[in-house]
Structures are given as structure tokens and as C-alpha cells.
């Protein structure tokens, strides 16, 4: 049965782990947080979000470093200690788990696209290029 006091209290969760993904939060922790046993807890957090905590925890973590990959400089390692992983290997599973492809294979796409992209707004800045491109 979900109560207002359960959705309430699975929000506070949510919100938690939002917070602190890159802590290392267990289960018992994040239902002390919400005032409830780990046992209901667990129950009621799947049957409101259709997934388990460490799954809604973990997919987070792999949000944040899809930012970091697109946005930095940092190496895969890196990015895995960054969003709270303590495993490269580990980081590298989930990630492809979520996402379908590795975080290297991710890294190659997007900067391939970037690069595109970059090439594409400096043609459209320069008009003289698809004058001479016509031309040829």
C-alpha cells in the first residue's frame, strides 16, 4: 500500500542519493534516512520507482560521468574515483550495462561527434567554403 508518508519518504530517498551519489551509501543508511526498515524500505522504493536503490543509485553515477566524459579531460579512472566508483573494472560494467557500449568506446563518440559538430558550426561560419565546394 503506498501511503503519502511512503512517497514522501522515498522522494527524501531520491533526493538523497541525488545529493550524495558519490558517497558510498547502503542500504541501511538511506533507510534510516527515511525513517523506515531496510526490508520496507526496499519494497517500497521499487514498487514507487520500478527499481531497486543501488540500480537508481548507480544509474546517477553513471549520469554524472557521461557529463564528465563529455565535458572533461579526464581518463576513464579518473571519471570511475570522480562519481564515487571504487573499481575501474566495476565502473566499466555498469556503464556498459546502462548505457550498451564502454565508457572508452562513449569518450571516442562523443569527441568524434564534437569534432564533427566543431567542423560543421566553423564551415556554416565561413560561407565562402560551400561557394568554393560548389565550384570544384
Same mark, same amino acid.
Given at each position: 500500500?503506498?501511503?503519502?508518508? #511512503?512517497?514522501?519518504?522515498?522522494?527524501?530517498?531520491?533526493?538523497?542519493?541525488?545529493?550524495?551519489?558519490? !558517497?558510498?551509501?547502503?542500504?541501511?543508511?538511506?533507510?534510516?534516512?527515511? +525513517?523506515?526498515?531496510?526490508?520496507?524500505?526496499?519494497?517500497?522504493?521499487?514498487?514507487?520507482?520500478?527499481?531497486?536503490?543501488?540500480?537508481?543509485?548507480?544509474?546517477?553515477?553513471? !549520469?554524472?560521468?557521461?557529463?564528465?566524459? !563529455?565535458?572533461?579531460?579526464?581518463?576513464?579512472?579518473?571519471?570511475?574515483?570522480?562519481? +564515487?566508483?571504487?573499481?575501474?573494472?566495476?565502473?566499466?560494467?555498469?556503464?556498459?550495462?546502462?548505457? +550498451?557500449?564502454?565508457? #572508452?568506446?562513449?569518450?571516442?563518440?562523443?569527441?568524434?561527434?564534437?569534432?564533427?559538430?566543431?567542423?560543421?558550426?566553423?564551415?556554416?561560419?565561413?560561407?565562402?567554403?560551400?561557394?568554393?565546394?560548389?565550384?570544384?
Amino acid at each position: 500500500m503506498y501511503t503519502k508518508s #511512503n512517497s514522501n519518504n522515498i522522494e527524501k530517498a531520491i533526493h538523497f542519493i541525488e545529493q550524495n551519489y558519490i !558517497e558510498q551509501i547502503t542500504l541501511d543508511e538511506i533507510s534510516r534516512e527515511c +525513517g523506515m526498515s531496510k526490508y520496507h524500505f526496499t519494497r517500497t522504493f521499487k514498487n514507487i520507482t520500478g527499481t531497486t536503490f543501488r540500480k537508481h543509485h548507480n544509474k546517477i553515477k553513471i !549520469e554524472a560521468s557521461k557529463k564528465l566524459l !563529455e565535458t572533461q579531460d579526464l581518463n576513464i579512472t579518473e571519471i570511475c574515483y570522480t562519481v +564515487g566508483f571504487n573499481d575501474a573494472s566495476y565502473f566499466s560494467r555498469i556503464f556498459r550495462k546502462f548505457e +550498451g557500449i564502454s565508457p #572508452n568506446s562513449y569518450k571516442k563518440k562523443v569527441t568524434a561527434l564534437s569534432t564533427t559538430n566543431n567542423y560543421f558550426k566553423k564551415k556554416q561560419s565561413y560561407p565562402f567554403f560551400e561557394q568554393q565546394s560548389t565550384s570544384i
